[in-house]
């Protein structure tokens, strides 16, 4: 296993951490770094890739689906706390069955479909609202800050719905192989 999907394996590896950190600690400064780490390693290890030319299957298909699941967890946390809407959260996981059922599709016909730029710069929008979020909840002087990254998070709902147009429009020759 090289080291870009090492990074991914601990990505995923670090999400029951966060959530472990963030029940017990209830918005501590640790279970924010954490949360950071495992973000800033989606753009480590994808430039690894890249730069070494060590894009691989396990990581096309792994790196996407740790992404999701780290966003995911954060907002449903962040949902069950009431700072966050319901409605981020059921548009990032509907948009997220769509898309892995469109590379499911794709893989049964031996094609891998990687992540678009829409969907990077939607990832990037939630990561950094559910960083500014969790390193500003609980603090009452930095509420502006707060609601701040809540936008950033409403936000990435709609570039999700954006890029999964995108993403169905750019990749509808999967769903003509049956």
């Known amino acids: 296993m090289n080291l870009p999907n090492k990074i991914t394996v601990v990505r995923l590896l670090l999400v029951p951490v966060f959530i472990a950190l963030f029940y017990y600690y209830q918005y501590s400064y640790i279970a ?4 950071t780490i495992a973000a800033l390693s989606d753009f480590l290890d994808g430039y690894l890739a890249r730069k070494n030319n060590q894009i691989t299957t396990f990581g096309k298909f792994m790196d996407p689906l740790a992404d999701k699941i780290l966003v995911v967890s954060a907002q449903v946390l962040l949902l069950e706390e009431g700072v966050i809407s319901a409605l981020p959260v059921i548009v990032t996981v509907y948009r997220e069955f769509a898309v892995s059922g469109y590379r499911l599709i794709a893989a049964t016909h031996g094609k891998t479909i990687a992540a ?4 990077k710069i939607k990832t990037v929008t939630q990561m950094i609202g559910i960083v500014i979020v969790l390193f500003t ?7 502006n800050i707060m609601r701040f990254g809540v936008i950033l998070i409403d936000i990435s709902a709609v570039i ?4 999964l147009i995108m ?12």
């Open 167 to 178: 993403y169905i429009k750019q990749n509808s020759h999967v769903l003509s192989f049956d």
């Open 32 to 35: 924010g770094i954490i949360f």
């Open 116 to 119: 678009g730029i829409s969907g």
């Open 137 to 143: 909840k609980g603090f009452p002087a930095l509420d």
């Open 160 to 163: 999700a719905v954006i890029s």
